[in-house]
């Protein structure tokens, strides 16, 4: 379709007065509402700047070995991955999850650190169990892990936890759980299915027995590559 042009605007070459642009005809209407000095007015705003958009980081809260049992379960992690080639666990040091992985904006860690150092000023230290493994086999996971003994001591310690989170910080009850089961992983996800049922029969009848006194809780970062501790507890509080 051609265009010429016909005084101040574009309109259709070869139509008078049909497909005339939007903006001609404002004019022309200003004209005849008495706007005699017919300027031309863009309809269109340029668009505000647009505010940097902070970006979330993801965490959990777990409890750390100590550091021979955590040499231990380190040296069975690589034992691990050398027959099995399941290499994803020995990326992240030996913890126990008390509040799975979670996403929040960078200005609330403060507030998180410091209602987590109030909370864990009110629990005492404990001492955590570890007896033999276990596995699970689901749709899209399959771990192998060892145990950890349900004591009175961290099952309160996760329920109160799971309070504090869903009181003051609006945890939802799908992410803040009072369902736990405790575990060290030695597998995560990236073992064949193959290779996951010859790890099961061999680590269910294995046997493994340590204890370690459990004296902080410790809220972790991601970094985008690994994990990091961001905050570290102590339980009881200050000595």
Known sequence: MHYERKGPGLVNGGKSGHGQPRYEQQNNDRRRNGNS?????????PPRPKKPRKE?????????????VGKEIIRMKQEFADFYEARKALKVLPYITVQVPFTADPVLEKDLCEGLTDFASGMKPFEVQLNGFGAVS???????????????????????????????????????????????????????????????QEYEEKEFHAAFRVNNLYLLR???????????CKLGGEA
């Open 37 to 45: 000095q017919g300027r031309q007015v863009n309809p269109r705003k």
């Open 138 to 200: 689901l749709e899209n996971r399959r771990l192998i892990f060892i145990n950890v003994v349900k004591t009175p001591s961290i099952m309160h310690l996760h329920k109160q936890l799971i309070l504090l989170l869903r009181k003051e910080f609006g945890f939802s009850s799908m992410l803040a759980k009072y369902g736990f089961n405790p575990h060290i992983s030695l597998a995560l996800n990236d073992i064949g299915e193959g290779l996951f049922e010859m790890a099961r």
């Open 222 to 232: 991601h970094t985008g590559t690994a994990w990091e501790v961001l905050h570290k």
């Open 56 to 68: 979330s980081k993801i965490y959990f809260i777990a409890l750390l070995p100590n550091a021979a």
